[in-house]
């Protein structure tokens, strides 16, 4: 059974720099096929995917996000982690990792979401 877990801080403020751990069990993050992604939801919008972690490491980005979202990984911690800058109150919302299908958005395996609130 594949679990994730993501962690970081609750409360961040404007123009700095989030930072979000997702700790992936009960699966390798570099075993071939599966790659891995963050999502967040904003208050009472939809979900929004921001970006993916291949298998080779290679990363992909929301076009709206791109310039200011890095994702690595640690694979000796099989984990992957969301950087994300100069955030705004905007970027508050439910941020989640998944275990990403590579077909139109398909996950399989979700965090239970961390709640990140950009405020002074």
């Known amino acids: 059974q594949v679990q994730l877990q993501e962690s970081g801080p609750g409360l961040v403020k404007p123009s700095q720099t989030l930072y979000l751990t997702c700790t992936v069990s009960?699966?390798?993050?570099?075993?071939?096929?599966?790659?891995w992604s963050w999502i967040r939801q904003p208050p009472g919008q939809g979900l929004e995917w921001m970006g993916v972690i291949a298998p080779d490491g290679s990363t992909y980005f929301s076009p709206s996000l791109k310039s200011r979202t890095s994702i690595f990984r640690d694979t000796s911690k099989n984990q992957f982690s969301l950087q994300l800058s100069s955030v705004t109150p905007e970027d508050t919302a439910v941020y989640y990792c998944a275990r990403d299908l590579g077909i139109a958005g398909q996950y399989d395996y979700w965090g239970q979401g961390t709640q990140v609130t950009v405020s002074s």
């Open positions: 009960g699966g390798s993050i570099t075993t071939s096929y599966y790659a």
